[in-house]
């Protein structure tokens, strides 16, 4: 009785020392707290996931504790390294020291990421207005949208950056003058290029653990393997249509970023929202941490991912396929897209998940469609139907999973064309010659002699271009190329049966010894002799070697027994472009085609003649393939719907735009062409008995819909950026 007493006295005791603070306004904040034994003070809290991390009275960002990650909801909604408050100070400071640095491959604006900074908060406080700018700039002329995918980083471009007050003043303008100020970026592009593109964006990716403020998506890591399927629920949105996810192993050009890779999902998303008008609040990038291999980022005391090497083998295949399922156990009919895997695991993820689940993966199967679509624009360039591209003789140089994913979409289509039995297929394999790096002619350097050969060469050579390090840590080097800038690379070789370790996915395409010896080729061959010999009718580059396309191999392919050639520099970021539209039509000559991966500017060739750059941009295939998938409901995305996508895409182009060079439409049509794209996605599904029908479209609706309802069925349930009636309703 004695302790019920104590305990009702205590508790009266309080009643009453709450009723003296009640007039007292100061003492209504304390009274939420209470001593524990250690004397430690907690705070109650009425808040959890997402609304805690957005309060900034209690948000404590990455030094939440596991424990309090748990006990708030907050595991895989914050980057899985806990910083004590002392790490995430330096991090502060490191990242001020930051605006100073110089880029990889140039001097960057000391003001670069102070406005990346400005424009990413927009994005944090108001989707709408973000959104409403990348939508306004996919409407504009092809000069000022461009910008907006440069590097995949176009959400840099979500607010006018010539307005630098439009965030700080916290106030909505109206939207109309958006027009007239585009001029003015237009006019000062040179200025604002590297704000949304290299450097700015090299630093932005490579240093996003100093950048970080506030986290955006979610992040699955090796931590957390057993929790994920409970983990997803921490994602506040009841629908997610779309998810882009990466593991950060082979980011853009930049190789292992680790957890930094999640700008990527982010970027790719905006475009989704913006081209596809799929809604923002049912997006999710998702980042998974399965450690890093990048010994910098292992060594950095402030990187906010697992600081261990990367999961191989059955650990690493083992996350991603609890991540799988614990994502489409809360989301059913969700799309997943795979971003920047590396080659490794892109095929073998693709393969295992592609006939269980409704997911694709961009860099192989996206960038193959744009490829393809370009290809067959290409022969209607050369004035031919699209039905002869089973006799263009192509180069390809890469052998890696865009290249491969190129390949087997290119090979697809042609043996679909001369009539999809296993004689067309094995025809069309024989159209293509792949060139990959690989190291021959290998000797052997002691570490003292590199060091005095690099000694004489820098002080001879006008400009020595070397990889230092790896070219010391390295057992062997092979020189491939010299002149006077000095260049240490790979060699670049013809793959045939002869090659030793050869890669199980160009297998397929590496030519008979015979037959490349009656050609003049042997296993190696380098690229020049391989366009000398073969006389193609497309180079086309998937290397991520800049400059690969030298004069050599320029000059080879004025050969050509086309009487209009194309050329593909198709390699991301620009610095890794094959050769330059410059360079191509100066060597090559003007009656060429040319696409590449990265924007460039068109070039005059005089007497009021264009040469056409084409850019072969994955963002006019990704938006319509994933909303066709997502407005037709189909259980997967099959590779007839991506070769209807590729196709409506190749079709797009007027007679007359091809016959000027023009393969790709202007970004500026990006809503439509999504919704061509969309569409045609759509149909095909609905043709291969796949659609399951969407909300209340339901499959036996949708095959009722002609070619022009299924269009106006796609733009009415594409998302626009207004705002809309808010109307508060208690809980």
């Known amino acids: 009785m004695s302790n019920v007493s104590n305990q009702i006295r205590a508790s009266s005791s309080l009643i009453k020392r709450f009723k003296q603070r009640m007039t007292n306004p100061a003492a209504l904040v304390q009274c939420r707290s209470f001593t524990t034994l250690e004397g430690h003070r907690p705070t109650i809290v009425h808040k959890r996931s997402l609304d805690i991390l957005h309060d900034p009275w209690f948000n404590k960002g990455t030094a939440f504790s596991m424990t309090e990650r748990d006990r708030l909801d907050l595991r895989g909604l914050l980057p899985p390294n806990v910083m004590s408050s002392e790490q995430q100070i330096q991090r ?91 001029k003015v970026l237009i006019a ?59 593991d950060g192993s082979r980011i853009l050009g930049l190789g292992d970023l680790g957890v930094q890779g999640i700008g990527i999902t982010i970027g790719k998303l905006d475009l989704y929202v913006a081209a596809a008008g799929i809604n923002p609040q049912r997006v999710l990038p998702v980042m998974i ?39 489409f156990t809360r989301w059913p009919h969700v799309i997943v897209q795979f971003e920047d895997f590396q080659s490794k695991w892109a095929f073998k993820l693709l393969q295992r998940y592609r006939n269980a689940y409704r997911m694709f993966n961009d860099d192989v199967q996206g960038t193959a469609g744009v490829a393809i679509a370009g290809l067959l624009g290409a022969v209607r360039a050369q004035g031919r139907p699209m039905i002869d591209f089973p006799k263009q003789k192509i180069v390809v140089a890469g052998a890696g999973s865009a290249g491969i994913g190129v390949l087997n979409a290119a090979r697809k289509t042609m043996a679909r064309m001369l009539g999809n039995n296993e004689s067309a297929f094995e025809s069309a394999g024989r159209q293509f010659w792949v060139v990959d790096a690989k190291v021959r002619n290998v000797t052997y350097w002691p570490r003292i002699l590199i060091m005095n050969l690099l000694s004489v060469l820098t002080r001879y050579c006008k400009t020595t271009v070397i990889d230092l ?21 790979n060699v670049h070789g013809l793959i045939t049966e002869q090659r030793e370790n050869i890669d199980p996915q160009a297998l397929p395409f590496a030519r008979k010894v015979k037959e490349a010896s009656h050609q ?39 050969g050509s027994t086309s009487t209009r050639p194309a050329i593909f520099a198709m390699s991301n970021p620009t610095k890794n472009a094959e050769c330059t539209p410059e360079e191509a039509f100066s060597i090559v000559g003007d009656n060429i085609i040319f696409a590449s991966g990265s924007p460039f500017k068109d070039v005059d060739l005089g007497n009021g003649h264009i040469g056409h750059c084409n850019q072969g941009n994955n963002m006019y295939l990704f938006p319509g393939i994933g909303l066709g998938t997502l407005l037709s409901g189909s259980r ?42 969309a569409a045609a996605v759509v149909k095909e599904a609905i043709e291969e008995d796949l659609a399951e029908g969407y909300r209340e479209m339901d499959a036996r609706e949708l095959r009722k819909l002609s070619q022009e309802e299924i269009e106006e069925y796609v733009m009415n349930n594409m998302w626009s950026p207004d705002y809309p009636t808010l109307v508060y309703k208690k809980d």
């Open 92 to 182: 502060f400071m490191a990242d001020l020291k930051r605006l100073q640095v110089q880029a990889r491959d140039g001097p960057s604006d000391p003001n670069a990421l102070a406005k990346w900074r400005i424009l990413n908060r927009l994005h944090d406080r108001n989707e709408t207005m973000y959104f409403k700018s990348i939508y306004l700039l996919c409407s504009l002329d092809y000069e000022s949208s461009m910008l907006a995918y440069k590097h995949k980083w176009h959400f840099l471009l979500s607010v006018p950056l010539w307005r630098p007050d439009y965030c700080s003043r916290h106030t909505d303008y109206e939207l109309s003058p958006f027009y007239g100020q585009f």
């Open 188 to 246: 000062n592009i040179e200025e604002y290029a590297p704000i949304v593109y290299t450097p700015t964006v090299g630093l932005a990716c490579q240093n996003y653990s100093g950048l970080f403020r506030r986290p955006r998506g979610m992040y699955f890591s090796a931590e957390d393997r057993g929790e994920m399927m409970s983990m997803v629920y921490n994602w506040p949105a009841e629908q997610v249509d779309m998810i882009v996810v990466t």
């Open 289 to 327: 941490d399965v450690g890093t291999n990048n010994e910098k980022l292992l060594k950095d005391p402030l990187y906010l991912g697992l600081q261990e090497h990367r999961l191989d083998g059955d650990e690493y295949i083992a996350v991603i396929d609890e991540f799988m399922e614990a994502v």
């Open 469 to 489: 390090e790896s070219l010391v840590e390295a057992p062997r080097i092979s020189f491939a190329y010299c002149s006077s800038t000095l260049n240490f690379k």
């Open 520 to 558: 003049g080729l042997w296993e190696g061959a380098s690229l020049a002799e391989v366009v000398r010999e073969v006389k193609p009718d497309v180079l086309l580059g998937l290397s991520a070697v800049g400059g690969l396309f030298s004069k050599e191999v320029l000059e080879a392919l004025k």
């Open 636 to 677: 997967i995305i099959s590779d007839g719907m991506l070769q209807a996508a590729a196709e409506c895409l190749a079709a797009y182009m007027t007679e007359e735009e091809v016959l000027k060079g023009i393969i790709y439409p202007s970004t500026s049509r990006i809503r439509d062409i999504t919704k061509e794209v």
